[in-house]
């Protein structure tokens, strides 16, 4: 069992930048793969970025990509998402989940409650 909580979230201007954290429960933290989505409102939740167990390899959605990058520190059962040229289309809830198979298609777990983001014009 894995317990995820996402932080980090806020209302930041078009151009600005967050990092958004998520701590994971338990000392299984570094066998899975892990990866980070959003939901805006009216639409379905999709994908930003996973990362695999010990960090080596990442994955993007084309619409993260060369703006947001994740990174995990398994000593502190932790892994990040860092956002840069926040655009008014990011504005969605944030979520991290967890899942022992990494790739594109991987099924998820876990997952945190989310974590708000909004970016104004």
């Known amino acids: 069992q894995v317990e995820l909580v996402e932080s980090g979230g806020g209302l930041v201007q078009a151009g600005g930048s967050l990092r958004l954290s998520c701590l994971a429960s338990?000392?299984?933290?570094?066998?899975?793969?892990m990866g980070w989505f959003r939901q805006a409102p009216g639409k379905e939740r999709e994908f930003v970025a996973t990362?695999?167990?010990?960090?080596?390899?990442?994955l993007y959605a084309d619409s993260a990509k060369g703006r947001f990058t994740i990174s995990r520190d398994n000593a502190k059962n932790t892994v990040y998402l860092q956002m840069n040229s926040l655009k008014p289309e990011d504005t969605a809830v944030y979520y991290c989940a967890a899942t022992l198979n990494y790739g594109l298609g991987a099924a998820y777990a876990y997952w945190g409650q989310g974590t708000q983001v909004t970016v104004s014009s």
């Open positions: 338990g000392r299984t933290f570094s066998i899975y793969s």
């Open positions: 990362i695999s167990s010990r960090g080596v390899s990442t």
